[in-house]
């Protein structure tokens, strides 16, 4: 058998061989080439190509449009299958042929409906979806097609007295009939409507913004899946697809429906129960519908595709192989299984077609006797046993694959014990005061917590609660675990898709039970946000996020809705930030590597919202030529070592005059104009949606302060720093770093901030100052705990204050990154190697601290272990030496440079 993904180069003896099987065991193939003697002429000489053009123009000269159809389609298909036969034409372009074929045929026929009643008008306002194999460009020999028909009532061609509904309906069955009468010349496609929405009540035809209402809220699961596969053919392509653009939350959910993964799995037992037929292949064996069978392959996809595919666009193929290689290039699954999967996917659908061309006839299931070894000849197979040889072996390939992702036998039908039973199941766990703790446990149905008031809720719930319990009580510490877990979903409005997603996901059970006793600010994040743990189903869950570039592509939408954009960076920014949390205290990456990434990921965010929120205020106000707003991040933001609970430092400028003014229709005077623009920035990163809230923005290192407004052009800020800034606003520009602007305005302020940091200084006068400052913040901001790692004497405070001290003394390592401004401090031999260790050693405890002890004290055991291993120490005494030990090699360069001694309590 040739490989059906590939073209054959097929011998003069081969085509003559495909046209004797044609005729000998395929009454329909003989009666069409009889018909046809031109296009045998073609195919006999091995011309497939132009057999294929000549045959899309068999219907030109007819004038009837049924009558033009039909006898393309008999050429068509007569031209493919002996392609086919032969081995010249792969399964892939016969299905895309005949599917090009259906888009042809329903278009001629929308549009000969519609000029019926309305002539010369254009299908416009008519959309003609396709679904299943027609959509995926998958149609078999003999399929037929199941369109929904939708209609734009402003925009439909129609008589002045005919009502839009009534008119849609009218050129619907005109449709429907036009393809599947039988006539003298054959038919075209059998039309099936019985996948619109509400088929049993619903006309022929439906609105645009009925069906619409319908996907949004009474859809049933398998039609999600049906839209996996759903392309705008024919009529009015353009309405098609933005109509498929409005139905894409529906098919592609971020939060994951694992109720809907249930149903389809359910979907697919039932069909195997119902199915009547052997289970191995032989007589009565159905290629689609039985174990193993075309089927199985592509509801193994469409499963994979539904879970991974709101949060993975590369998904969201229609093609079932090629949904299938873009699995297993995301990693969702492997290589081998993508191939088995595929190969036998191909095989099984050329032996549907074998099937099918025998009488034309829309059949999947094995004939016995002669008309078994009919088709296998026909094939090319020396016989049937030999077709059932290969057919054996792939539906035991595809039936072993799909029995792994699905359990038809697994019993959820799980229900919390009784309060005797209970106790006893937690007193085995080793929960402490049992008793009391089952009452707990039953109080949580009862209807006081909000998620866990619906049956469903509830069902989902106890499904998970032994699973749940079992993990809890190996907890480092069992009891905090629990409740950590009660306030979870106290806070949580719902969680049904949390509890179908730990039933499928046990693995994801334990990283859930490490976030409650480990890290409270990620436990907290899931009672407001529970779909946050879906991110962690991902094998990318565990990578660091890409460049800012990755991430601003990531977090852009293709449209200008500015709404939908803010929740776009909501959702990338919160899962990220979420799965940051995670790798963190399971130890996945460098407590470093983590806050670069979240710096990137504030970058990105800021960028895509500077960005939104200009197109948004250009429509009211317009824009001034010459000038655009920049921004310039301080503190850690400028410095690129973002922690999970730092605010935004930053500043506003904008380039040009202050003189300009906008040229919308309600023009503003430039330093207007950005300051409400700034406003709306800081707006769109601050103010909590549906989808939480981002960051807390601080503007008060701006020129001025708070008394100072919000935005102020590159001159003043130049004029400013110059000539009346503060020293502590000259060691703040030490880390700043330009993050929104064109690559003029980032060379320009870069040029005056290097202007600025390289002034020559009063040393003595800088010391001064500086000290000062420090006495005075030590006076009024006391650490907060042993762990302190920025307030305690010698921590990153005095650290970064020593530093800066340096860079404007003596005018060198003015670089935003700490950590290299430290590396140029020693090779210019002004601090010792030590300082650099000391450096990293506190970020480490900052950026681990504020998830694992964000009251920074001595956390609970669990999180003091991982707390420890996240600084490179075997326990926390130990980090507790090398925390002393780091902040003595800071003040010992203090009592170097500044004279002045620091007292270090251990």
């Known amino acids: 058998m040739t490989d059906a993904r590939k073209n054959a180069v097929v011998t003069p003896a081969g085509w003559r061989d495909a046209l004797d099987r044609a005729r000998e065991f395929s009454p329909f193939l003989c009666q069409s080439l009889d018909r046809l003697p031109d296009l045998e002429a073609q195919l006999a000489a091995g011309e497939v190509e132009a057999a294929i053009v000549w045959a899309k123009q068999a219907g030109d000269d007819a004038s009837d449009h049924g009558v033009a159809m039909r006898r393309e389609r008999l050429a068509l298909a007569a031209a493919l299958a002996v392609g086919d036969l032969a081995g010249a034409l792969p399964v892939e372009r016969v299905m895309r042929e005949l599917s090009d074929l259906a888009d042809r045929s329903l278009d001629r026929a929308i549009t000969a409906a519609i000029q019926k009643r309305v ?61 599947s009468n039988n006539t003298a010349e054959g038919y075209v496609f059998r039309v099936d409507l019985r996948l619109r929405p509400a088929s049993e009540v619903s006309p022929l035809a439906i609105s645009v913004n009925g069906a619409l209402t319908h996907y949004e809220s009474l859809a049933l699961p398998w039609e999600r899946a049906a839209y996996i596969r759903a392309r705008a053919a024919s009529g009015d392509v353009k309405a098609g697809e933005a109509f498929l653009g409005a139905v894409q939350p529906f098919v592609w959910r971020r939060s994951l429906d694992f109720g809907a993964i249930t149903e389809i799995t359910r979907l697919t037992a039932r069909i195997r129960e119902t199915y009547k037929g052997p289970l191995t292949p032989g007589p009565s ?16 996809a469409q499963t994979h595709q539904l879970i991974h595919g709101g949060r993975d666009p590369s998904l969201r193929q229609r093609g079932t192989r090629a949904a299938l290689d873009a699995l297993a290039a995301s990693g969702r699954i492997d290589m081998a299984a993508a191939s088995d999967m595929g190969d036998a996917y191909d095989r099984l659908r050329v032996i549907e077609h074998r099937l099918q061309m025998v009488h034309d006839h829309q059949t999947h299931t094995l004939p016995d006797g002669e008309a078994l070894e009919n088709v296998a000849r026909l094939s090319g197979y020396s016989g049937a046993h030999a077709l059932l040889e290969e057919l054996q072996s792939i539906s035991e390939t595809v039936a072993t694959r799909f029995d792994a992702l699905i359990d038809p036998e697994k019993d959820t039908s799980v229900t919390v014990p009784s309060g ?92 859930l039970v490490h976030i ?65 949390g995670v790798q963190l205290i399971e130890a996945a990456h460098d407590p470093l590597a983590i806050a670069a990434a979240l710096s990137r990921l504030a970058e990105a965010g800021l960028i895509v919202a500077c960005s939104a929120a200009s197109a948004e205020y250009a429509q009211a106000h317009g824009r001034i030529e010459g000038a655009e707003l920049a921004v310039i991040g301080l503190g850690r933001l400028g410095g690129g070592a973002l922690t999970h609970a730092s605010d935004l430092d930053i ?14 229709p309600r023009p503003l005077g ?47 800020f130049a004029r400013y720093q110059r000539e009346e800034a503060w020293t502590w606003e000259h060691m703040a520009l030490t880390r700043a770093r330009v993050l929104v602007g064109s690559e003029s305005a980032k060379s320009e302020l870069g040029a005056i901030m290097q202007d600025v940091l390289g002034q020559p200084r009063d040393a003595a ?20 705990g042993q762990l302190d790692a920025k307030l305690l004497r010698g921590g990153l405070v005095d650290l970064e204050f020593l530093v800066h001290y340096l860079q404007l003394r003596d005018r060198i390592a003015a670089v935003p990154d700490l950590g290299n401004a430290i590396g140029n401090l020693i090779e210019a031999k002004l601090v010792k190697s030590d300082l650099l260790d000391a450096y990293h050693m506190m970020t480490r405890l900052l950026v681990s601290a504020r998830l694992l002890a964000p009251d920074l004290d001595r956390p609970a055991p669990g999180a003091a272990a991982v707390l420890a291993q996240s600084c490179n120490c075997q326990d926390l005494d130990a980090l507790l030496r090398v925390f002393t030990a780091a902040r003595r090699c800071v003040a010992a360069h203090w009592q170097d440079i500044f004279d002045l001694e620091l007292e270090i309590a251990p």
């Not at 510490?477 to 306030?487: K, M, Q, S, T, Y």
């Open 119 to 179: 002539p010369d008008a254009q299908p416009q306002g008519f959309i003609g979806i396709a679904l299943g194999k027609h959509g995926a460009q998958e149609l078999n020999y003999s399929s037929d097609i199941d369109p929904i028909l939708l209609f734009d009532p402003e925009t439909l061609p129609r008589r002045d007295r005919d009502e839009p509904g009534e008119a849609a309906q009218r050129y619907a069955r005109d449709v429907v009939q036009m393809l």
């Open 285 to 300: 064996y159905n290629v689609k519908q039985g174990r193993g069978g075309i089927r199985e392959v592509e509801f193994f």
């Open 420 to 511: 005797d039973a209970l106790a006893r199941d937690l007193a085995q766990l080793g929960f402490a005061g049992p008793d009391t703790l089952a009452e707990r446990v039953r109080g949580w149905t009862d209807g006081h917590i909000q998620c866990l008031r619906s049956s469903a809720a509830v069902e989902a719930f106890e499904a998970i609660l032994p699973t749940v319990l079992e993990a809890l009580s190996e907890a480092a510490d069992p009891d905090r675990a629990i409740l950590r877990w009660e306030a979870m979903l106290s806070k949580a409005s719902s969680a049904i898709n949390l509890f179908r997603l730990l039933e499928a996901r046990p693995g994801v059970l334990e990283q």
């Open 516 to 580: 409650l006793t480990l890290a409270e600010p990620l436990a907290d994040e899931l009672g407001t946000r529970p779909e946050l743990l879906d991110t962690l189903i991902d094998r990318s869950a565990f990578e660091l996020p890409g460049s800012v570039d990755d991430l601003v592509q990531a977090m852009t939408i293709p449209d200008d809705d500015y709404e939908r954009q803010l929740d776009r960076i909501r959702i990338i920014t919160g899962e990220k930030r979420f799965a940051l």
């Open 651 to 664: 500043v506003y400028l904008f380039t040009g005059s202050h003189e300009g003014e906008s040229d919308g």
């Open 670 to 716: 430039a330093t207007l104009y950005f300051n409400r623009l700034a406003q709306r920035v800081s707006g769109a990163l601050s103010v909590p949606t549906a989808h939480g809230a981002l960051y807390e923005v601080d503007t008060r290192l701006r020129p001025q302060g708070a008394q100072g407004p919000l935005a102020v052009s590159v001159d003043s």
């Open 765 to 784: 006068k800088l010391r001064e100052d500086v000290l000062k400052m420090r006495a005075d913040m030590a006076a009024h901001k006391q650490a907060k």
